[in-house]
C-alpha cells in the first residue's frame, strides 16, 4: 500500500472520540485540517461510552470533570449533582459533539487495525476493519488511559454456564440481576461503585476480593445553584486554580502544605474528620506528604481502618475490608455506601489474597477446592492501562519498527506525547505525562493544545515532521522514574506500574505533579521545541 493507493486522503487522523478525540478534531478544524476520526464504539465518548455498569458516576467534581477551553459552553451546560452520572457524562459529550459540528468527520463503528509510517513519503498509512485506507500527515492517538478490558485469564472463564460482564463494556440495555446470585470479581473504583448497586438487586453477591481496598465516602449530593452560579461567574480562574494543582482539580479545596507528621493525634483527627466529611479524593490533599512517607501515609490509613471497623457490622468482615497497603498507591476509590453494603444479609466477602480463584466451572469460581454457585459474573478487573489500547493496534514507526517493541521494556515517550521513531505520531495523555494522576479533562485540554501548537509552528517553520530526539527521549524517562521514585506510588502492584497485567513490564507509567510538568512542556517550546526533532 502506498499513499497513491489511499481510499481517502487526510491530514490527520485521530483514533478515539472522547473527549481528547472530540477536542483534537474541534482543534484541527480550526487549523483548517482535513481530519477524520475513528471510532470503536458505536457511538462518542470514549470511556463513558463503555463504562455503563449501575452506580458508575466520575469521582472529579463535574464542575471541574468539563471542558473550559470554550467560555460559552461552560455557562450554557447545567451539572445537575457535584459527581456527574456515567448518563450525564455522555449526554455531555454527545452536545459537545453536536455544538462543535463534530458528526461529520467522525466515523463510529470502526477499529483502527494499524498505522504505519511510510519512510519513502513520510506519511501515516492507517488501516482500519471498515476496509478504508487513510493516509494522513499526522496521526493522533486519542485512545484513553483505560480502554482496553482486562479479563483475568481464568481457568476455565469461558465454560461458565452464566452471564458473565465486564464493567467496562456494559450492555447498553442494562442488566436485570434480580433473582439472581451474582460473583463480582474486584474490589477497584469499578466495583466499589457498582457492588452497592447489583447488591440492592440481585439475590445474593459474593465478593471476591484480591486486595482489599480504600476507600472514602463521596457524600454526592444535588448542585446548589448559588454555588454553581458563583463559579460560572469566575470559571477561568477557577480553572486556573485546579490546573494550579497537582492533580488538576481541587484547587478550591487545596493540599495543606503541613506535613501529617507535625500533627498531634488530635490535629490529625480533626483534618481526617474535616476530609471525612467533605467527601472525594481531597483526603489525600489533608496533608502534604501522604504519598510521600511511609509513616505520614500510617496516620491516614488508621484513620480509614477506623472507619471501616465503625461501618461494617462483622468484625472479620471488617478485618477482611482494612487494607494493610499505602494508602493512595493504588488509586484511592470513592465511595457511596460500598462499606455498608457488606452489613446486608445477601452480600458475603471470599478472600483470595492467599488463595486465588483456581478455576471457573459451568457453576461458579472455585476457590480452595469450595465451587461458589452463581449465575453471573461480573469482572470489575480493570484494564491494561496507558499502554494496552495503543499495543493492541500495529503502530509501526520508522524502518517499520513496531511500538510494541519499541515499548519491550516498558513504555518510553517524551513528554508522554510522543515516542523517538514515530514522527508526527502524537499520544494524548500518553505514559510520561500527568494523565492518569489528574482531572483527565485538564489534561487532555493542555495536550489537544500543545499538539495544536507544534503543528503551527512545524508549518511556521517549513518543516513536515517532528518526533523526539533518543537522547531528550531517554533523559524523559529517566526524569519520570526519578520524580516517582521519591513518591510512594512503587509501594504495591497498582496498575499505574501495569502489575495487574501478567507480563507487562513494570514501570511507573504517569508522571505526578501537573503544574510543573505544564512549566517544563512550556519552557521546551520556548526553548524551539528543545529535544525534538524537525525535518
Ligand atoms: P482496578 O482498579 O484495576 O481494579 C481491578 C480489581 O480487580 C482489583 O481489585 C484487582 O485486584 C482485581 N482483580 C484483577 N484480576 C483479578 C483476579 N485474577 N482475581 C481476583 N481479583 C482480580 O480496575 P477498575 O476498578 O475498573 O478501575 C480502574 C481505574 O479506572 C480506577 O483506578 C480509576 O482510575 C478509573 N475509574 C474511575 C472511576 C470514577 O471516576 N469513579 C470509576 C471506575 C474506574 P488487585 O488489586 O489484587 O490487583
Known amino acids: 500500500m502506498t499513499p497513491a493507493d489511499a481510499d481517502r486522503e487526510l491530514d490527520m487522523v485521530i483514533v478515539g472520540a472522547g473527549f481528547a478525540g472530540l477536542y483534537m478534531l474541534h482543534n484541527a478544524h480550526g487549523l483548517g485540517l482535513r481530519a477524520e476520526v475513528i471510532e470503536r464504539g458505536d457511538g462518542v465518548g470514549g470511556t463513558w461510552y463503555w463504562n455503563r455498569y449501575p452506580g458508575a458516576r466520575c469521582d472529579v467534581p463535574s464542575m471541574e470533570y468539563s471542558f473550559g477551553f470554550d467560555h460559552q459552553l461552560e455557562q450554557e451546560w447545567e451539572w445537575t449533582e457535584k459527581y456527574a452520572t456515567q448518563a450525564e457524562i455522555l449526554a455531555y459529550v454527545e452536545h459537545v459533539a453536536d455544538r462543535f459540528d463534530l458528526r461529520a468527520d467522525i466515523t463510529l463503528s470502526t477499529t483502527v487495525e494499524a498505522c504505519r509510517f511510510d519512510d ?18 499526522f496521526v493522533v492517538m486519542a485512545t484513553g488511559c483505560l480502554s482496553a478490558a482486562n479479563v483475568p485469564d481464568i481457568e476455565g472463564r469461558d465454560g461458565f454456564a452464566g452471564r458473565t460482564f465486564h464493567t467496562g463494556r456494559w450492555p447498553h440495555e442494562g442488566v436485570d440481576f434480580s433473582g439472581r446470585r451474582v460473583a463480582v470479581i474486584g474490589t477497584g473504583s ?7 448497586f447489583i447488591a440492592a438487586e440481585a439475590d445474593q453477591v459474593s465478593v471476591f476480593q484480591r486486595t482489599a481496598t480504600w476507600a472514602v465516602p463521596a457524600h454526592n449530593e444535588p448542585l446548589d445553584l448559588a454555588a454553581v452560579a458563583e463559579i460560572k461567574a469566575d470559571y477561568a480562574n477557577w480553572r486556573q486554580k485546579a490546573r494550579d494543582s497537582s492533580s488538576a482539580f481541587g484547587g478550591y479545596y487545596p493540599r495543606r502544605e503541613v506535613s501529617a507528621l507535625d500533627a498531634d493525634e488530635a490535629e490529625l483527627a480533626e483534618q481526617y474528620d474535616e476530609r471525612w466529611e467533605v467527601g472525594g479524593l481531597s483526603f489525600l490533599r489533608a496533608y502534604n506528604d501522604l504519598l510521600l512517607d511511609e509513616r505520614a501515609n500510617a496516620t491516614a490509613a488508621a484513620y480509614i481502618r477506623g472507619k471501616i471497623a465503625e461501618l461494617v457490622d462483622d468484625p472479620e468482615t471488617a478485618a477482611l475490608l482494612s487494607p494493610d497497603t499505602i494508602v493512595g498507591c493504588k488509586r484511592l476509590c470513592v465511595d457511596t455506601d460500598y462499606y455498608a453494603t457488606f452489613n446486608r444479609p445477601n452480600v458475603r466477602l471470599i478472600d483470595v489474597s492467599s488463595d486465588p480463584i483456581e478455576r471457573i466451572d459451568a457453576a461458579g469460581p472455585v476457590v480452595g477446592g469450595m465451587l461458589h454457585e452463581v449465575d453471573d459474573i461480573v469482572f470489575a478487573t480493570g484494564f491494561d492501562a496507558m499502554t494496552g489500547a495503543l499495543e493492541r493496534i500495529a503502530i509501526e514507526g520508522r524502518g517499520g519498527r513496531p511500538l510494541r517493541d519499541a515499548w519491550s521494556a516498558g513504555p518510553v515517550t517524551y513528554l508522554g506525547l510522543q515516542v523517538a521513531g ?32 507544534a503543528i503551527v509552528a512545524l508549518d511556521a517553520g517549513g518543516f513536515r515532521t517532528i518526533e523526539p530526539a533518543d537522547e531528550a527521549q531517554d533523559r524523559w524517562v529517566g526524569y519520570v522514574n526519578e520524580i516517582a521514585n521519591h513518591t510512594l506510588f512503587h509501594g504495591c502492584s497498582s496498575w499505574y506500574l501495569g502489575a495487574n497485567v501478567p507480563g507487562k513490564p513494570r514501570v511507573f507509567m504517569p508522571l505526578p505533579g501537573f503544574p510543573e510538568y505544564r512549566a517544563v512542556c512550556e519552557q521546551i517550546v520556548a526553548d524551539d521545541y528543545r529535544g525534538f526533532v524537525r525535518n
Open 422 to 453: 514515530f514522527p508526527n505520531l502524537f499520544t494524548i495523555t500518553g505514559p510520561g505525562s500527568p494523565s492518569v494522576l489528574t482531572n483527565m479533562i485538564a489534561s487532555i485540554e493542555q495536550h489537544v493544545e500543545w499538539i495544536t501548537d
Open 190 to 196: 469499578s466495583a466499589v461503585q457498582s457492588i452497592p
Open 120 to 137: 519513502s513519503t513520510g506519511r501515516w498509512v492507517v488501516t482500519a476493519s471498515d476496509g478504508v485506507t487513510r493516509v494522513a500527515r
